[in-house]
């Protein structure tokens, strides 16, 4: 079974500069989540949703950071503009269903903001 | 009080030590717990579910203690394949949103 997609691996950016990423969860995964994880901390939940709809999104920066996932599929994060304390790994995880069942991460993306 | 407390570490132990972690969560609502390993640069994975009435898993122990908002993971015969930083992950009250703690890292020696 294939595991989460993320791309790209890395980014390096300009401050101000926009930014996306890209995650393809498990096949048949219903939820798709998205975390932001600052070097020497844990996670931090940034988004998730449940298909197409969103089901938390209290933890994101909406006034930079959307996120969307129109066919209840793939998702993308997207940054704009991006400041210094962006540096981060945006990890997605999936899970076949919400409520307790296990979150399978991806690679995560590497974003330096410069 | 921060929602999840570890101790960073890090830990330095000799192949074939027993180490133990601790957690500390501050929701008493919180419903689900587990441990996650992450490796260096890589990304989390589920170590294991914490029950209540606590669980073994091969080399690892996890205990709950509801009472005292208190988890803790227990490694025996140490290899040094679980060189590795172990985060505490309680669920948030009410929801099965995951509260990561900031991790504890182990480094096994030869």
């Known amino acids: 079974e294939a595991g989460v997609a993320q791309s790209p691996r890395y980014k390096i950016i300009e401050k101000r500069q926009s930014v996306a990423f890209w995650c393809n969860p498990i096949?048949?995964?219903?939820?798709l989540y998205w975390y932001q994880q600052i070097l020497g901390q844990g996670p931090k939940l940034l988004i998730q949703?449940?298909?197409?709809?969103?089901?938390?999104d209290s933890q994101l920066p909406k006034d930079r950071f959307s996120a969307e996932r129109l066919k209840g599929v793939d998702s993308t994060l997207k940054i704009q503009p991006a400041k210094l304390e962006d540096s981060a790994v945006y990890l997605c995880?999936?899970?076949?269903?919400?409520?307790?069942?296990?979150?399978?991460f991806g690679p995560g993306t590497r974003l330096t903001v410069t | 009080r921060k929602e999840v407390e570890q101790d960073p570490g890090p830990f330095n132990v000799p192949e074939g030590a027993t180490v133990a972690f601790n957690c500390t969560y501050s929701n008493s609502a919180s419903q689900s717990f587990f441990w996650y390993r992450q490796d260096c640069r890589k990304e989390p994975k589920l170590l294991m579910s914490?029950?209540?009435s606590g669980n073994e898993d091969g080399r690892f122990t996890a205990q709950l203690n509801r009472a005292s908002q208190y988890i803790s993971l227990l490694i025996r015969d140490s290899k040094l394949s679980d060189s590795a930083t172990y985060l505490c992950?309680?669920?948030?009250?009410?929801?099965?949103?995951?509260?990561f703690g900031k991790g504890t890292k182990l480094t096994v020696n030869p």
């Open positions: 995880a999936s899970s076949h269903w919400t409520g307790g069942y296990e979150q399978y």
């Open positions: 914490v029950y209540s």
């Open positions: 949703f449940q298909n197409n709809g969103v089901v938390d």
């Open positions: 992950v309680p669920t948030q009250g009410g929801s099965e949103k995951l509260v």
């Open positions: 096949s048949g995964h219903a939820t």
